[in-house]
């Protein structure tokens, strides 16, 4: 079993940013591969960026260049840097990692962009 958790949202203005963090736990191995996604009201939930097992991490393109996907591998912990932040990136955000066939979620953390 694995164990996912997210942190670090919260309220922000229009050009700030934030970090999330997605912690992880159980029988994991390796934090990567991981990727996060978000889902705002009203909307399907949507992929955001992916970090490979030692590959180039990818981005979707509303996020490219904002946006940067890293691990700490010491710490089981994938992190979600977030620039520039724009009232459309407000969503409820999620990691997920695909493990032996076995899908996890964490229970996301929300992102609010406002002023």
């Known amino acids: 079993q694995v164990q996912l958790v997210e942190s670090g949202g919260g309220l922000v203005q229009p050009g700030g940013s934030l970090r999330l963090s997605c912690a992880a736990s159980?029988?994991?191995?390796?934090?990567?591969?991981m990727t996060w996604f978000r889902q705002a009201p009203g909307k399907q939930r949507e992929w955001v960026a992916t970090?490979?097992?030692?590959?180039?991490?990818v981005y979707a393109g509303s996020v490219k260049g904002r946006f940067t996907i890293t691990v700490d591998n010491a710490k089981n912990t994938a992190y979600l840097q977030m620039n520039s932040l724009k009232p459309e990136d407000t969503a409820v955000y999620y990691c997920?990692?695909?493990?032996?066939?076995?899908?996890?979620w964490g229970q996301g953390t929300q992102v609010t962009v406002s002023s």
């Open positions: 159980g029988s994991i191995g390796s934090i990567s591969p």
């Open positions: 997920y990692t695909l493990r032996i066939g076995v899908h996890y």
């Open positions: 970090v490979p097992s030692g590959g180039t991490p």
